[in-house]
Nanobody, 123 residues
Framework: VQLQASGGGLVQSGGSLRLSCAAS????????MGWFRQAPGKEREFVAAIAWSGAITYYADSVKGRFTISRDNAKNTLYLQMNSLKPEDTAVYYC?????????????????WGQGTQVTVSS
């Protein structure tokens, strides 16, 4: 599985961005997916995850109510809608795929990673 994240950019505080993650391979629909982020000088942290069907989602407390993870299995694409962005959301955002149908909060549980897309929120 190869993952290609896109959609990052520079946005003002309070603005919105939509990240996409295009996946290769026919088995995307059977994999759980997640978004993680890493700010300069900090460890990679969990943002959101979604099970294979899209029916179950998880969010970090810091983004709950502002971010929405979704997927379109017909298009092999994962999304992260980010609203009410804050300067502390500034980071490189990574999408990841897990060879199981259930999702996880833990980075080490994911088997494939995209290259990351930069999100910068100005105050």
């Amino acid at each position: 599985v190869q993952l290609q994240a896109s959609g990052g950019g520079l946005v003002q505080s309070g603005g919105s961005l939509r990240l996409s993650c295009a996946a290769s391979g026919r088995i995307f629909s059977s994999y759980a997916m997640g978004w993680f982020r890493q700010a300069p000088g900090k460890e990679r942290e969990f943002v959101a995850a979604i099970a294979w069907s899209g029916a179950i989602t998880y969010y970090a407390d810091s983004v709950k109510g502002r971010f929405t993870i979704s997927r379109d299995n017909a298009k092999n694409t994962l999304y992260l809608q980010m609203n009410s962005l804050k300067p502390e959301d500034t980071a490189v955002y990574y999408c990841a795929a897990r060879k199981y149908s259930d999702s996880s909060y833990y980075a080490h549980a994911y088997d494939y990673w995209g290259q990351g897309t930069q999100v910068t929120v100005s105050s």
